[in-house]
């Protein structure tokens, strides 16, 4: 089940560059470029660490992919991951639990002028709302609009 939300979390920058439809075959996956060039998946890690839990809990860029528009725009999608696990390894080894939440960011980048619009925010497999919840009362990034430093690189 996936809920939208319209308030998120301003200081989630990690949020801002993820955006739209992994379905189509003209769409660019550039995650690892993201990865390399930027500190999106650093602050993913930091996120989960301070709000996700267990033993084993892990934050990360699961997906960000760029797709061409008709109108010389570009569609982004990304998904952040955020693993809350926790293990019990003695006397044997026992998963207590083992539940991931995707963060799920839209938007509309403009290549001209490397301006990046947020369309929508959504969390999916949010258990009881607490990601949910924990995003809307930190603010709303819907419609915000993000300059993406050489943003044109991203698409060659």
């Known amino acids: ?5 319209k308030p998120l979390l301003i200081s989630l920058l990690f949020l801002i560059p993820l955006v739209i439809s992994l379905n189509s075959a003209s769409a660019k996956d550039i ?10 998946d650093e602050q993913i890690v930091v996120f989960c660490l301070k709000n996700c839990t267990g033993n084993e809990r892990k934050g ?13 725009l570009y569609h982004v999608v990304g998904k952040a991951a955020l693993q809350n696990r926790h293990v019990v390894k003695r ?8 539940h991931t939440v995707i963060v799920n960011t839209l ?3 403009n290549p001209d002028d490397c301006k990046l619009r947020i369309d929508d925010v959504f ?3 949010d258990y009881h709302n607490i990601f949910t919840t924990m995003l809307q009362n930190h603010g709303n990034v819907v ?4 300059k993406i430093p050489n943003c044109r690189s991203f698409l060659d």
């Open 60 to 72: 990360y860029l699961k997906s960000f992919t760029v797709e061409p528009m008709n109108n010389g």
């Open 123 to 125: 969390v999916e497999n």
């Open 143 to 146: 419609g915000k609009v993000e």
């Open 91 to 98: 006397p044997m080894e026992f998963i207590v639990y083992d």
């Open 107 to 109: 938007g509309t980048l």
């Open 1 to 5: 089940m996936r809920r939208r939300i």
């Open 31 to 40: 995650k690892n470029e993201v990865m390399k060039r930027t500190s999106l």
